[in-house]
């Protein structure tokens, strides 16, 4: 990591064990007063033996997108696709254009990294341009229902008879068909219904939505994500374009495939909260600490319960066995006690970096202070907005910081010429009103 000589003098070590840093004799180790900034948008991570030029090419560069802008899932699989180094177009609202064209949506962090043009799709024209760059383009990516994307003029068949070699990406809820293909949702429906929600929660308690990490993004935008990029290396093989169909609904589902067979198999109980890795399980468990704050405990194998047990003091107490499924309430009640006897940061010093498998519990404006994160370059600062820095990681190709997040219209001429169009047709297209 390129840290200038300031960060890397003024860098905590990163605490191991027992160990109590000689420049902090209290034991206190905290992720919340540390006036550092965390990062540098000058502080880009370059893979050992290459050149910064090397560096900012992505592994999809020469890749085009067309983007039809939509809400959640749709942007998160965009910028994805952008973080990789595909050049990503995004088709906005000409209403959505700006007054002030000189601010920056900095906050609007899963737009990140493509350029914008301003259409009216319910102008023929607006259409007729949409299908001139899917002419140029190597995949269309879209979030309307069903039903939507033909009635505007740009179904599928359309699109690839324009270009044979187009990947095509839905992304919807419940999929393309089905008794509740037209049927409005969100997140918290989709996981609902696929099964994956039921089991998130506490025992004799309600079903926790875990954010809309399920639906939308894991089981939504990178399911179509990766849909995508499994189309183009079809492509390679066959010529061919192709529609990919991400559901949410199926991304959830599938995300739940080792459950299924833990369940089949007699390992996992329909009873929330009473699995081992459900918070039903004492070694498997959120704990809050003495100053209010949380740890987290993951001591599944022998050898790491061993080391939680040895690290708490408990080594020598007559308990159950960790196995005891019986027994894990108690046991459970027992470390609840003994986390509360100290700060979370005293319980860093003490278990971070060791067997037990720890980690505190760090909120947003925490996480990116870890060493760790810090390290890695795990966040980086764009336009004044810190944020995850592109993932995963690549030996070779490594994609570049990504660019800061365009207003509506930002880039509609540049864009259009870019793409093919004349001076004369962009001049047609503002005089019918198609682009803004």
């Known amino acids: 990591m ?3 000589d300031e960060t890397r003098t003024k860098t905590r070590k990163y605490p191991r064990r027992d160990h109590i840093p000689e420049d902090r004799p209290d034991g206190r180790h905290s992720y919340t007063t540390d006036p550092i900034s965390p990062l540098r948008i000058d502080c880009q991570y370059i893979p050992i033996g290459r050149t910064r030029e090397e560096a900012e090419v992505g592994p999809l560069q020469g890749v085009r997108v067309i983007e039809i802008a939509g809400i959640g899932p749709g942007p998160f699989a965009a910028m994805m696709l952008a973080d990789m180094g595909a050049e990503v177009v995004r088709v906005d609202r000409t209403q959505n254009v700006p007054v002030d064209h000189s601010r920056v949506p900095q906050f609007d962090v899963l737009s990140r990294g493509r350029k914008s043009i ?22 269309l990516i879209e979030g309307f229902r069903p039903g939507v994307m033909e009635r505007l003029g740009l179904s599928p068949e359309v699109s690839l008879g324009r270009n044979p070699r187009l990947i095509f990406g839905r992304m919807t809820g419940w999929g393309q068909e089905g008794p509740l293909a037209r049927a409005a949702g969100h997140d918290i429906n989709y ?25 939308d993004f894991g089981g939504g935008g990178m399911l179509l994500a990766f849909g995508v990029v499994c189309a183009l290396v079809e492509r390679q093989r066959s010529g061919k374009g192709q529609v990919v169909d991400a559901a949410m609904v199926d991304g959830a589902a599938i995300l739940m495939s080792l459950f299924w067979g833990m369940r089949k198999a007699g390992l996992w ?28 405990i993951g001591s599944i194998e022998p050898q790491f319960y061993a080391e939680l047990l040895r690290l708490t003091g408990l080594d020598h107490a007559d308990l159950p066995k960790q196995m005891d499924r019986a027994r894990w309430p108690e046991l459970k009640e027992r470390l609840r006690a003994v986390f509360r006897t100290r700060t979370r940061d005293e319980w860093c010093i003490l278990m971070e ?19 760790h994160n810090r390290e890695r370059g795990t966040f980086v600062e764009v336009a004044g907005t810190l ?7 690549f030996s070779r190709t490594q994609p570049e910081t990504p660019r800061p997040p365009a207003h509506a219209g930002q880039q509609t001429v540049e864009v259009l010429t870019d793409w093919g169009f004349s001076a004369e047709e962009i001049r047609k297209l503002r005089e019918t009103k198609a682009i803004a």
């Open 191 to 215: 996981i609902a219904l696929a099964g994956a929600l039921a089991p998130i929660g506490r025992r004799g308690e309600a079903p926790l939505p875990p954010l809309n990490l399920v639906g």
């Open 269 to 296: 109980s329909d009873e929330r909260g009473a699995n081992l890795i459900d918070t039903g399980a004492h070694f498997y468990e959120v704990y809050e600490t003495s100053d209010g704050k949380y740890v987290s």
């Open 118 to 139: 301003a259409l009216d799709l319910k102008r023929p024209e607006a259409i007729e341009a949409v299908l001139r760059l899917a002419e140029r383009a190597d995949g």
């Open 353 to 371: 970096g060791t067997d037990v498998c720890f980690a505190p519990v760090l909120g947003l404006g925490e996480a990116p202070l870890h060493p």
């Open 2 to 4: 390129a840290w200038s």
């Open 387 to 393: 944020q995850p820095r592109p993932a995963p990681r």
